[in-house]
């Protein structure tokens, strides 16, 4: 819960509060201009500010970018509302970390798999791929690539849990055959290699990008 810091609690509490009733946290700011409140009752902040406080507020760095990730994967916000907000917070917890996940997210990052791997490729000196790239498969269906080096004609796929499902499964399978009959190389990576073994994986696309004629810069 967020309270404005010249507010305090009030005298009379209930006397007896719901067994069931879960903890509440009280966080207090003495930052909240208008436009990051919602008209409504009771008095709420905007999605926008509510995300970039619990990003703040998380107890991990990976639950602070997951929590923006899917707030702008279900379309509660765009990546510019986040940004004006932080704006506005000069002092907000974790705003390095909150800006640079914003800047991935509006690269086109939609998941936290993706993000460790548009980071993975800065820290390792890899050029940054495009995210979610829209491309036509061989029956004219839109497809979307997880990660494209457009210049080299590099896929990178990265697959969560829900790629060992049979029918997903099959439609990887389909949608890799039209990469590689198109003439492009393919990689694929689970999502918990490109965290637990990144140097492996870095390892992996600076074969591929130098086999297609990259070159590293200096």
Not at 37 to 49: D, F, G, I, K, Y
């Amino acid at each position: 819960m967020l309270v404005p810091a010249h507010r305090r609690a009030g005298r009379t509490l209930p006397g007896r509060l719901p067994i069931d009733m879960a903890a509440v946290v009280v966080h207090r700011t003495s930052v909240l201009p208008a436009a990051h409140l919602q008209l409504a009752r009771p008095p709420r902040t905007t999605t926008a500010r509510a995300l970039v406080d619990a990003a703040g507020w998380a107890r991990t760095v990976d639950q602070a970018q997951a929590t923006l990730a899917a707030g702008c994967q279900q379309r509660r916000v765009v990546p510019t509302e986040l940004t004006a907000v932080l704006d506005a917070l000069p002092r907000a917890p974790r705003r390095a970390l909150i800006r640079q996940t914003v800047a991935d997210i509006a690269g086109g990052a939609e998941a936290l798999s993706e993000i460790d791997f548009v980071k993975l490729c800065r820290r390792h000196g890899l050029p940054a791929p495009r995210l979610q790239q829209r491309r036509a498969d061989a029956s004219g269906r839109t497809r979307w690539l997880d990660a494209y080096w457009r210049e080299w004609g590099l896929h990178v796929e990265i697959d969560g849990a829900h790629h060992m499902d049979v029918r997903q499964w099959a439609a990887d399978m389909r949608r890799q055959n039209d990469v590689w009959t198109a003439g492009d190389r393919i990689l694929r990576f689970p999502a918990w290699l490109v965290r637990a073994r990144p140097e492996e994986v870095a390892a992996s696309l600076r074969r591929a990008l130098t086999a297609a004629g990259w070159r590293p810069v200096g």
